[in-house]
């Protein structure tokens, strides 16, 4: 405020540390060294967009690693931010249950014809006619140029440029809240992106002892890696306090290498835990790993991590398995039929069981972890944009088949994650792109991809992600949401969130109970009880006419009296755009049900 500037950088092995103001006149002012290495100093006569960078030991002028905004890219200079200029509106806001969370994940530049935070406003009255809680951005962190799916970059504190900037993204989540709705960030805490990245030549952020796919790992565990882990922490929390971010999606765990007797995420989860009470919100982590390691989510009192959730691929990869039949790549892991009604009992498939995908045992067992620390979709940014061709489900089976998908996810006892569009059977591909400066990075990013497919044995180029073309044909198509079959799918995406909350399912509002599950003929059958009803759902996944006989009502419905089963939701429905082969509304106990095929159905118990 008052024209006075707090500058900051970490640079422990520098001698000397200077700002550079590119007002007029520039000015160079040396920094005072502090403590740990980090270099401070007050600066009068500096105004909110004034550029900035920092010049190490005499060199030329580098972009602020801990940068907040970057006008002209990631090569040029930074631009001071005042946070206190923003005004927001959501003072009344205190969060929601992780358990309640519907999430939508979206990648901003692609939902809209736009691209932009503002944009994306004027679309949360749909996301809330359709039912959504939660409202997932991939990454924001600025990265080269205006295409990229986000874990490309190399700001971490810096909101991109081309999708509307720091206020840009307040006011989104501003209009979030004000809705009832949660935002999760992700962030990329394991790589910085391959272009744009200074941060090497102010400190010790990477090491070689480690390797990712994307290169180097972060300095987790290494001399000087206890300002690394405070840059982090640090972008956690300014998140959570600058932006009122509601929860941090974490990018590929399994990916973050720390030996230390103090995991990193641990101390993240600690220091967020204790934001969360000085703020009176819940503010929730949730991590990504191919793992099926419980330590991330289990407390520290059992030797965890103490996460909130942590996505499900097992659930994902055997449900698409179930439905497609591809069996190609790690697909491979998932083709015992048993595998998805596994997923719905154990939460990993693999729990320290042998993986032929990857030749030794994997995983670890999840049975004693709540539901709700496990997010589980039937598609998201990885599982259709690794894909060759970006193929969505839409593209992979029936229409009676996207229904039962979407039953098998929403109405499980998880944490529903939709991948845009879904909702409505979008049949645009969303594919990998990028729009990097270097060509020769570009050609590297081509040849990787193409070794990215070798696992599933795709023939052919997949499409550029270099090129302007792949970035657009990877729009959302919404003039499809106003023809059928698709609206009818939307209404039946409708129908499905609005009964996950009737009945509570996997909700935190009342207790409910694990489900029990079993399957038959092809019929998976899952059958829940809260403290206020009961319900069966049958999910048939087979291409024929399936009658079942005595199906199991265990548990019983809760208080005395006799009841019998009312319909609640049939696929086949004309109404659903099925195919008008119905079940009965009613059914008393001990029931035979016919379902039609690849045919959802639930009945919920009444006295």
């Known amino acids: 405020g008052d024209r006075h500037c707090q500058f900051g950088v970490w640079a422990p092995e520098c001698q000397l540390v200077e700002v550079q103001l590119l007002t007029e006149p520039s000015r160079q002012i040396a920094l005072e060294k502090q403590d740990d290495g980090y270099w401070q100093r007050e600066v009068e006569g500096v105004s909110p967009g004034d550029r900035y960078g920092f010049c190490l030991d005499g060199e030329e002028m580098l972009p602020d690693p801990a940068s907040q905004w970057q006008p002209e890219g990631v090569h040029q200079a930074s631009a001071v931010v005042d946070h206190g200029t923003y005004r927001w509106r959501d003072g009344d806001w205190r969060g929601i249950p992780l358990a309640d969370f519907i999430i939508y994940e979206l990648h901003v530049g692609t939902f809209t014809p736009a691209g932009t935070f503002e944009a994306i406003i004027d679309r949360l009255d749909y996301l809330k006619t359709l039912g959504i809680t939660a409202l997932e951005l991939m990454p924001v962190a600025q990265f080269p140029g205006d295409r990229n799916w986000g874990y490309d970059g190399v700001y971490p504190f810096a909101v991109q440029q081309s999708y509307g900037g720091v206020d840009g993204l307040k006011s989104l989540v501003d209009a979030c809240h004000q809705a009832g709705m949660a935002v999760v960030l992700d962030v990329v805490y394991n790589h910085f992106g391959p272009e744009g990245n200074y941060s090497s030549q102010f400190g010790p952020y990477m090491t070689d002892r480690y390797q990712t796919p994307w290169g180097k790992a972060i300095n987790y565990d290494q001399a000087h890696s206890d300002g690394v882990r405070h840059f982090f922490i640090s972008n956690a929390r300014y998140w959570f306090e600058q932006f009122h971010i509601d929860a941090l999606r974490l990018d590929a765990l399994h990916a973050v290498y720390d030996f230390g007797a103090k995991h990193f995420l641990a101390e993240l989860a600690e220091k967020t835990q204790g934001l969360a009470a000085r703020l009176n919100r819940p503010l929730y982590l949730i991590g990504e790993s191919d793992l099926n390691d419980v330590r991330l989510i289990h407390p520290p009192e059992k030797g965890g991590y103490g996460l909130d959730a942590q996505w499900c691929d097992d659930f994902h990869h055997a449900l698409h398995v179930r439905l497609t039949g591809e069996t190609q790549g790690y697909y491979q892991d998932f083709g015992d039929r048993q595998s998805l009604v596994t997923a719905y009992r154990q939460r990993f498939v693999y729990d320290w069981k042998y993986s032929p995908f990857r030749q030794r045992h994997h995983g670890s067992d999840a049975r004693d972890c709540p539901a709700q620390q496990f997010v589980v979709c039937s598609q998201n940014h990885d599982q259709v944009g690794n894909r060759m061709l970006g193929d969505r489900l839409s ?54 991809r193409k070794a990215e497919f070798a696992d599933f044995h795709d023939q052919g180029e997949p499409p550029d992600p270099a090129k302007p073309e792949t970035f657009e044909q990877s729009q959302l198509n919404w003039a499809l949401l106003n023809t059928d079959p698709h609206q009818a799918l939307f209404r039946y995406y409708q129908r499905l969130i609005y009964l996950r909350k009737h009945l509570a399912i996997g909700l935190s509002d009342q207790q409910s109970y694990p489900p029990t599950v079993q399957e038959r003929q092809g019929v998976i059958q899952l059958v829940g009880q809260s403290q206020q009803t009961s319900w069966i759902l049958l999910l048939n996944f087979e291409a024929v006419t399936i009658s079942l006989t005595s199906v199991a009502l265990e548990p019983t419905p809760p208080g005395p009296g006799q009841y019998a089963w009312e319909k609640q939701l049939d696929s086949a429905s004309v109404e659903w755009g099925g195919s008008g082969m119905v079940a009965p509304s009613t059914i008393g106990c001990n029931a035979s049900v016919t379902l039609a095929p690849f045919n959802a159905l639930l009945y919920q118990a009444i006295s």
């Not at 996207?402 to 006892?413: G, N, R």
């Not at 409505?424 to 050609?443: I, K, M």
């Open 395 to 448: 593209q992979l089976v029936s229409f009676e088949g996207l229904k039962l998908a979407a039953s098998a996810v929403l109405l499980s006892p998880y944490v529903p994650l939709l991948f845009m569009g879904e909702e409505y059977g979008e049949t645009q591909p969303f594919y990998y792109f990028v729009s990097h400066g270097d060509r020769q990075l570009n050609e590297a990013v081509r040849q990787g």
